[in-house]
């Protein structure tokens, strides 16, 4: 599976949402209410001197990868393996979908710099979760992961991605922040994941998700997932990583 990515960055109003592919970025469009977006204090003196609040997230996860936002405590209805309009919650292990390439263990990176400025970098590939009820996850925005961090250095960071995403992510951001630290967190094959995301069928003629197929014999093998859980216009998808 290609890898694709997303690319948030701050300015006046909010963050501004990019998808990254094939060496290209694309606007997506900005953020400016969020439960992960606050603003910074500004005291009263500093307000006088001219400093004015920026904006800073409001990060969904802590130090030990727990849910700070709560955003897995709504009362979503279980994934019953139905196309349903609202987001429903399914659980199940992380599986690379076919074809696969190397790299496809790490299905998912997010990386936070979480203010001076707010740097958000996504790099995923689309993958599966076999569970009770087996699904594809895909998304066309940046999804919110909650996991345990590790502090990482931005420019490492960057350059850690593949070519066609590091491209047009040093276009956007050049050398300038390189220092800055931030947090990684990551999706692997095989991670224990909470997936709350809309379910939508899959359509047969363009794509059909397999998860067991390239690497199972003929007898073994799944049947192809038709169901996609994902996201919608103002309804973007949560990952958790259970401990």
Known sequence: MARHGFLMLEDRRGLREESLSLGRRERLGRVERASYLGVSRVSFLQWLLGKRP???????FDDEGRDTLDLLSTRARAFDGN?????RSARGI??????????????LRDFWVPEGPVIRIVDAVHFGIEGPIDA???????PLLVARPTPRRLGDHVESLAPELRAPVRAALGNAFDD?????????????????GIPTRVDEVVLRFDLRGRTASYREAAPPIGL???DAPGVRMVLRVEP
């Open 228 to 230: 996609v859980l994902g």
């Open 180 to 196: 800055m630290v931030g947090l990684a967190l990551e999706v692997r094959a095989g991670d224990a994941i909470e997936v709350l």
């Open 94 to 107: 992380v599986r690379p979908l076919a074809p696969r390439e190397d790299g496809d263990e790490v299905a």
């Open 136 to 142: 594809a996850v895909a998304f066309a925005q940046s």
């Open 54 to 60: 920026r904006v800073r997230a409001s990060l969904p």
């Open 83 to 87: 196309v349903a309009e609202d987001a």
